[in-house]
């Protein structure tokens, strides 16, 4: 059976489990239909249901949350199943929240603010671990010879805890006398000291229950869902196998293709999961299978960052598997497993990238390590990918030191800014010659004085017209004017009567290279409500800004391009960006309009012997002259690559 890291593709299913009249975990689950998915779909692994958020589990542990009605053992039949049929098996299992155990064990809950116990987030500096989830993953790995665990409910479920031990902890470590004021609330006395004290204790609860499972069981492979991603944008400090994350149901495409690169940063075994259908969209409350088509083009903005992707389909209340959900899958894992050999783990090559930065996330983040103002850069990096250039996410962590090895470097929407060496680092990039974009009114103020620009404090009143070169008109809402001597302005706001001529988008010489700015939310607005003209002005101010390796010479329709390269071969990945991504009118897409005509011209030292479209083997026409390989693509239905010989 495959590791994780050989694994492109898989299947996911869980039902969390909970207590009701006459249901009875496995009453429909049949041998049959296990082998049927092994068989049929070949999937690398499945990961299937063993505890979820009600803190139950769905098969007869030896532990004290057995749910109460089972026919049989069910987590047996699946491994069975699986390790004959050659499919490494994954468990879902609920780590942080788990609302049985917090019920039984109050005093393992944890304590808010105004004293009052969680009903289902459990204590990181609790016995939690040590009285469940460690002996739990032991009899999963030893008893059922299971693969590995994806934790769930973890990182993004875990809570600021004001248990007395907790505090005292905080105070004996750091040092700090809190008078027994608690830091509640943003203001507090030590409130982001606080915070960032709790969010070492969830770091080290991981380090501990990940190591004592390794102990005995090293092969054993373990992810905490969503750590050490965008969701906790921070460097890996614990033996975690892989990561792992399960993105939006709604915005899928546009949440994936930015979770993607911020976990792909980390450079280890990772994967994203897609769920197979939607939600609560439009005023409708109700759940909607989406297309395979759709979830094709899901896993194309995986894939092409070098990702595993895995797909999830719920299961029965009983722990059945749907099955006629399950068969759509075939066409999905086809489209995978034909791609698998031309990205599956490939390595970015570098030219732009966005910072998620780990220190403003932490200040604005509602929760530990919560999604708070996420859109703005999930926005973002939807709008610089729709603009076909190629770009990565770093965080302070994979950029320090490293911010010569990009040719484009952008600062997103800020709110509480960046620490002090970040900020220096980057201006000293871009006045030794790299080129800067800051976006963002805020981010703008931040830089202001220490760049050749500066920022009016009166915010142009909303709706007002954006052109670039006066010929492309949008909308911009609670934008600024940008002043800069030396700049040359690329975005104008204007009122559509009068024609006043603002600046906006201003790029600007600095040292020995380049700032750019756009003193608007762009990437939120673009997030939002997508305009050709905000497409328009970035494009146009990247152009001034760098150049790129690869380039989208032109192409009807929105294009992706993402470069790999694998075994000393460089693939480049085009992705269909179109289709209603954000639109929640649009529940389902069973047909998503082709690219028609792409021209690309991809810089090179020396001449390619061939270039060849992947996976159906067609060879390209192609011209080199003067260091640059010129092709065309007349069609890309969802994700082609172009390999390079």
């Known amino acids: 059976m495959k590791r994780r890291s050989e694994s492109s593709f898989g299947l996911h299913f869980d039902f969390h489990a909970t207590p009701a009249p006459g249901k009875v975990v496995g009453a429909t689950l049949k041998e049959e239909d296990i082998r049927e998915i092994c068989r049929y779909i070949k999937p690398d692994f499945i990961q299937v249901d063993c505890k979820g958020h009600p803190g139950w589990a769905s098969y007869p542990t030896s532990l004290e949350n057995a749910m109460p009605d089972i026919a049989f053992d069910t987590l047996e039949l699946w491994r069975r199943v699986t390790r004959e049929e050659g499919v490494a098996l994954y468990l879902h299992y609920s780590g942080v929240i788990d609302r049985r155990f917090c019920e039984n064990h109050p005093e393992e809950a944890v304590v808010h603010a105004d004293g009052s116990r969680s009903d289902s987030v459990t204590r990181t500096r609790g016995g939690y671990a040590d009285m469940l989830l460690i002996p739990q993953l032991k009899?999963?790995?030893g008893k059922y010879g299971a693969d590995g665990v994806w934790v769930d409910g973890e990182c993004w479920g875990t809570e600021t805890d004001y248990h007395?031990?907790?505090?005292?902890?905080?105070?004996?470590?750091?040092?700090?006398?809190?008078?027994?004021?608690?830091?509640?609330?943003?203001?507090?006395?030590?409130?982001?000291?606080?915070?960032?004290?709790?969010?070492?204790?969830?770091?080290?609860?991981?380090?501990?229950?990940?190591?004592e499972v390794h102990k005995e069981y090293p092969d054993f492979q373990i992810a905490s869902n969503w750590a050490y991603t965008d969701h906790m944008p921070e460097a890996v400090t614990s033996g975690v196998d892989f990561l792992s994350g399960d993105f939006n149901p709604g915005n899928s495409f546009n949440t994936a293709r930015y979770a993607g690169r911020a976990i792909a940063q980390q450079n280890r075994t990772w994967d994203l999961m897609a769920w197979n259908f939607?939600?609560?969209?439009?005023?409708?409350?109700?759940?909607?299978?989406?297309?395979?088509?759709?979830?094709?083009?899901?896993?194309?903005?995986?894939?092409?960052?070098?990702?595993?992707?895995q797909n999830y389909i719920t299961q029965y209340p009983d722990g059945s598997p749907r099955m006629e959900e399950i068969r759509l899958m075939k066409p999905v894992a086809d489209f995978v497993r034909a791609r698998e050999k031309y990205c599956f783990r490939g390595k970015n090559t570098h030219e732009a990238v966005i910072l998620l930065s780990t220190h403003d996330r932490a200040l604005e983040s509602g929760g530990l390590y919560s999604r708070t103002g996420y859109e703005?850069?999930?926005?973002?990096?939807?709008?610089?990918?729709?603009?076909?250039?190629?770009t990565e996410i770093a965080s302070e962590h994979t950029l320090r030191g490293r911010c010569g090895d990009y040719k484009l470097i952008i600062v997103p929407e800020l709110r509480f800014g960046l620490d002090e060496d970040m900020?220096?680092?980057?201006?000293?990039?871009?006045?030794?010659?790299?080129?800067?974009?800051?976006?963002?009114?805020?981010?703008?103020?931040?830089?202001?004085?220490?760049?050749?620009?500066?920022?009016?404090?009166?915010?142009?009143?909303?709706?007002?017209?954006?052109?670039?070169?006066?010929?492309?008109?949008?909308?911009?809402?609670?934008?600024?004017?940008?002043?800069?001597?030396?700049?040359?302005?690329?975005?104008?706001?204007?009122?559509?009567?009068?024609?006043?001529?603002?600046?906006?988008?201003?790029?600007?010489?600095?040292?020995?290279?380049?700032?750019?700015?756009?003193?608007?939310?762009?990437?939120?607005?673009?997030?939002?409500?997508?305009?050709?003209?905000?497409?328009?002005?970035?494009?146009?101010?990247?152009?001034?800004?760098?150049?790129?390796?690869?380039?989208?010479?032109?192409?009807?329709?929105?294009?992706?391009?993402?470069?790999?390269?694998?075994?000393?071969?460089?693939?480049i990945q085009l992705v269909n960006a179109n289709g209603s991504h954000s639109s929640r009118e649009t529940a389902t897409e069973d047909f998503i309009p082709p690219v028609l005509d792409a021209e690309i011209s991809i810089k090179s030292d020396t001449m390619p012997s061939r270039l060849v479209l992947r996976p159906s083997g067609e060879s390209l026409d192609f011209s080199y002259i003067d260091g640059t390989i010129r092709t065309k693509v007349d069609r890309i239905y969802i994700h082609e690559i172009i390999e390079i010989d």
Not at 469 to 476: F, M, N, T
Not at 501 to 518: E, L
């Open 139 to 141: 009899e999963l790995a």
């Open 278 to 309: 939607r939600t609560q969209f439009s005023s409708l409350k109700i759940r909607v299978p989406k297309h395979p088509v759709q979830i094709m083009q899901e896993a194309a903005s995986v894939i092409s960052l070098g990702g595993g992707f």
């Open 423 to 571: 900020a220096n680092e980057l201006i000293s990039y871009a006045e030794n010659g790299g080129s800067l974009l800051l976006t963002g009114a805020n981010t703008c103020r931040l830089f202001a004085g220490r760049l050749p620009y500066a920022v009016d404090n009166g915010e142009v009143p909303d709706m007002r017209c954006m052109s670039v070169d006066h010929l492309h008109i949008g909308v911009l809402k609670g934008a600024y004017r940008v002043d800069a001597k030396d700049g040359e302005t690329m975005m104008w706001l204007g009122d559509s009567e009068n024609r006043t001529d603002i600046p906006c988008g201003v790029v600007m010489p600095f040292g020995k290279g380049k700032i750019g700015v756009i003193a608007a939310d762009i990437g939120y607005q673009y997030g939002e409500c997508p305009q050709y003209a905000e497409r328009d002005a970035v494009k146009a101010m990247a152009s001034k800004l760098y150049d790129p390796s690869v380039k989208i010479e032109k192409a009807e329709g929105l294009l992706e391009i993402n470069t790999l390269v694998k075994d000393g071969v460089k693939y």
């Open 164 to 211: 007395p031990e907790t505090v005292a902890a905080f105070e004996k470590e750091t040092g700090i006398d809190l008078r027994g004021k608690l830091p509640k609330e943003r203001g507090d006395a030590y409130y982001d000291e606080y915070r960032e004290f709790c969010r070492e204790c969830f770091r080290r609860y991981v380090r501990y229950y990940v190591d």
């Open 376 to 390: 703005r850069t999930v926005g973002l990096t939807a709008l610089v990918c729709d603009c076909g250039i190629q």
